[in-house]
């Protein structure tokens, strides 16, 4: 199967920057799209942002103008730049991403999340 890992959470003051990284591996053949979800204590989880493999991008209102998402095709990477964080920011971010891995000498689909890494926004 297809493993996301995060990392580059933490603790940081309102105002300030973050960069989480998420990196896939596995029998990978193909990503599609790649993304950032985030969930806060008694929410829902949500979509942050997300990329497509030809660079097509999509934010949440929230984070219009803040965020910036990117990756790297060539390493499996995606990327979540966090500047001028909020304390409404606070949250567990999850990576996912959706595409094609391969299987002895067959491809199948998947879906995979990253286990989340934590960003705590102070005020």
Do not use: H
């Amino acid at each position: 199967q297809v493993q996301l890992v995060e990392s580059g959470g933490g603790l940081v003051q309102a105002g300030r920057s973050l960069r989480l990284s998420c990196a896939a591996s596995g029998n990978i053949f193909s990503i599609n799209a790649m993304g950032w979800y985030r969930q806060a204590p008694g929410k829902q989880r949500e979509l942050v942002a997300r990329i497509t493999s030809g660079g097509s991008t999509n934010y949440a209102d929230s984070v219009k103008g803040r965020f910036t998402i990117s990756r790297d095709n060539a390493k499996n990477t995606v990327y979540l730049q966090m500047n001028s964080l909020k304390p409404e920011d606070t949250a567990v971010y999850y990576c996912n991403a959706d595409g094609l891995y391969r299987r002895g000498s067959q491809y199948s689909a998947f879906e995979s999340w990253g286990q989340g890494t934590q960003v705590t926004v102070s005020s």
